[in-house]
């Protein structure tokens, strides 16, 4: 008798939670079952009219559909099962949905569940398409189903909790979710599938140490200011972490090696995006329209994308040595760039867009400026004229002073030949003979030339004091003498 008037109390409670208007008179009903599939009888003709529903007994996927039923043709908003044994302690697979109802645009109108403090998995599309306002995750829940509550737009538990134990948030698991604020995700998750937070506006969440990957558009138009991902993240798909409009600064994990396509495109307040070190590639449009962002590039990239960095706040590039492939539109519409640095004594090989986009204009044009200067090694100013897409600058200068802090940029690590100074003279020495003529010039800090030729043995050469420039093979030596 106490338990039923506290649950008579309860109910009044929640349902005071809603606009009389909406509600009316409370229907409030306790249904008691002793076996599955019964609860459409035990209802009787009572099923309509119910406002507020209380379950006891055993439960299956039947009644479910009872359940379904009294919302979508009656009034039933509450349910609560938590005196009520689900079968296989598991919300099946559409439990609270009817697909002919969701298909045809509409939401059913269940706003809270209450549920069984033994509830280990939720079923595939368990809660789709509801008003939900309010359900309990139970702390004994280990796994969570694909959709489970995709296009639950009212859903506003804050915080939503996820239960340690949990390993995964599966596709589209909180897709459309517009009311969440705040999300904990657990120690043990493992994985964020694909749009499995996709246009959910939270505000806040965790990423925890030991995820391992993140799914394409997993991450995609929350409402986000910072992103901090641990070292643990191993794989992030295309578009991650696109359209995040309030995006300000994403910290990468180090050791990532390639930068997924779209991976920031739209995020147009970010501001802090500091590449990877272990970076070597940078896939297409990864932080296209990130009109504040001004980032440096990995010392060890290969390649860039087309429209990688188009429209970014970028006030200086320093294109590392090891830079092999540039494609067109990587670096449009710089209107902020200021100078550009180009470590490779061989220019980067650039290319048209590969839509077609801008035929023959290359990786740089439109608003980026093409009378900054741009920094290149000396003896590489006549190369970087001539090759497509560098010839867009009109400002190409020779020098050694680089601001990564090397003197000499590297390019060709070979070891099979050395450059020195020794009692007046510049030696090249090479360790064995060579199998072919290796091209080597030698200019005076001023850049005026001082001697070139081909060699194949070593080679000495009777200097004035001063600081000399050599490049030889596809190295640039610094020599004082």
Not at 60 to 85: E, M, P, Y
């Amino acid at each position: 008798m106490m338990r039923r008037l506290f649950l008579l109390f309860l109910f009044w409670n929640l349902v005071s939670l809603f606009p009389k208007k909406s509600w009316g008179q409370v229907n409030f009903y306790d249904a008691r079952v002793d076996k599955y599939g019964q609860l459409e009888q035990v209802l009787g003709d009572k099923w309509s009219t119910i406002d507020s529903l209380v379950v006891h007994g055993p439960i299956n996927a039947t009644d479910f559909k009872t359940i379904v039923r009294c919302a979508r043709d009656g009034k039933l908003r509450i349910v609560n099962l938590q005196f009520s044994q689900v079968e296989n302690n598991k919300i099946p697979d559409s439990g609270f949905v009817d697909w002919n109802w969701y298909t045809s645009g509409r939401y059913l109108d269940i706003r809270r569940i209450i549920l069984p403090d033994n509830i280990t998995e939720f079923g595939f599309c368990a809660f789709l398409g509801l008003t939900l306002r309010h359900i309990n995750i139970p702390a004994s829940l280990k796994k969570l189903g694909e959709s489970c509550f995709e296009d639950d737009k009212w859903l506003e538990v804050n915080p939503l909790i996820i239960p340690e134990g949990i390993t995964e948030i599966p596709v589209r698991c909180f897709q459309w979710c517009d009311s969440l604020k705040k999300i904990v995700l657990p120690s043990t998750l493992k994985t964020i599938d694909q749009l499995a937070f996709y246009y959910t506006k939270v505000q806040e969440m965790n990423f925890p140490e030991g995820l391992d990957s993140i799914g394409f558009s997993a991450i995609y138009a929350t409402d986000l200011t910072e992103i901090v991902l641990p070292n643990t993240v191993k794989k992030i798909g295309s578009a991650a972490f696109q359209d995040n409009k309030k995006l300000k600064k994403i910290v990468l994990p180090e050791g990532m090696t390639e930068i997924p396509i779209r991976l920031c495109c739209l995020c147009s307040v970010l501001e802090e995006a500091e590449i990877p070190k272990s970076v070597i590639k940078i896939n297409r449009n990864a932080f296209q329209w990130c009109y504040k962002l001004k980032t440096q590039l990995s010392p060890k990239v290969k390649r860039i994308g087309s429209d990688a960095f188009s429209y970014c706040a970028l006030d200086s590039i320093v294109f590392p040595a090891t830079l092999e492939y540039i494609q067109g539109g990587a670096f449009n519409d710089l209107k902020f760039l200021q100078k550009i640095y180009s470590l490779s004594a061989t220019p980067p090989v650039c290319t048209d867009h590969p839509m077609g986009i801008n035929p023959g204009k290359g990786p740089f044009h439109g608003f980026t400026p093409n009378d900054i200067p741009v920094y290149v090694p000396i003896g590489s100013r006549e190369k970087y004229r001539q090759a497509f897409g560098w010839s867009y600058f009109t400002n190409i200068i020779e020098t050694d002073k680089f601001p990564t802090g090397i003197d000499s940029p590297q390019v060709d690590n070979t070891e099979k030949y050395k450059v020195y100074a020794k009692d007046g003279r510049l030696m090249i020495e090479v360790s064995d003979a060579l199998s072919y003529p290796l091209r080597y010039s030698i200019y005076s800090i001023d850049g005026e030339m001082v001697e070139q030729g081909n060699l194949t043995v070593s080679h000495t050469i009777q200097m004035k004091s001063g600081i000399y420039i050599v490049c030889i093979g596809k190295t640039t030596h610094k020599i004082f003498l």
